[in-house]
């Protein structure tokens, strides 16, 4: 079975400073890490993935992640925050070893509150 | 560039009324998926098809039927709403040729059932 945490129900941080919104997940194999995005009434949208190689992943909007094997987690990270970040976040695993079903796993979601 | 396309994306239904949610895509890809999102639970799972004549289901299937007839299209059929079913739903597809393939979103539909 896979899951994915996210033990904050809102992060909130000042525009310019940096933020990390956290992701911790459980699967069985190797994990396959997403991260989207929700503004209002909009779909999802796809930040950045964690396939293979280096921990460091850079995704759209200036976000980068990083795959932490030893501590299962996939925390998503800015720099410099900006207003127009506020949205709903989630990270999303896949086991690599369910190939069958190759549905996302997703953890209940993070609101991000960027105040001017 | 129309990628995942969903209607309708508001429906108020009358509890046991059917209905169908449309999605189709223009991406040739295989594999195709629908989801509910609620509110403090993320997006759950209700039915996914890897390709065209195959459906199976996914974490709460139960109320819904899915059929995928052509690679396109992948209709969800509410047999009787039930209040329950008040939800948004989110089609998606991704290609079939890597597991690490990106998901890709429609923008939603909106569904209250009363």
């Known amino acids: 079975a896979q899951s994915v945490a996210q033990p904050e129900d809102q992060v909130n941080v000042a525009e310019g400073n940096p933020l990390t919104v956290k992701c911790t997940y459980s699967v069985s194999g190797n994990p396959y890490l997403f991260w989207y995005v929700q503004y209002p009434n909009r779909g999802l949208q796809f930040l950045l993935k964690?396939?293979?190689?280096?921990?460091l992943v850079k995704g759209s909007y200036g976000f980068e992640a990083e795959f932490n094997k030893s501590q299962t987690s996939f925390h998503l990270k800015k720099p410099s925050a900006l207003v127009s970040d506020s949205a709903l976040y989630f990270c999303a695993v896949r086991d690599k070893a369910n190939t069958g079903r190759r549905a996302l796993t997703f953890g209940s979601g993070t609101r991000l509150q960027v105040q001017p | 560039n129309a990628g995942v396309t969903q209607t309708p994306k508001f429906q108020v239904l009358k509890t046991g009324q059917s209905m169908t949610l449309q999605c189709a895509q223009d991406?040739?890809?295989?594999?195709m998926s629908w989801y509910r999102q609620d509110p403090g639970m993320g997006l759950r799972l209700i039915h996914y098809s890897v390709g065209a004549g195959i459906t199976d289901q996914g974490e709460v299937p139960n109320g819904y039927n899915v059929s995928r007839s052509t690679t396109e299209d992948f209709p969800l059929r509410l047999l009787s709403a039930a209040p329950s079913q008040t939800s948004v739903y989110f089609c998606?597809?991704?290609?079939?040729?890597?597991?690490?393939?990106?998901?890709?979103f429609g923008e939603g539909s909106w569904l209250t059932v009363v």
């Open positions: 991406m040739n890809h295989e594999y």
């Open positions: 964690y396939i293979t190689g280096d921990n």
């Open positions: 998606a597809s991704s290609s079939d040729s890597h597991s690490g393939n990106t998901i890709y």
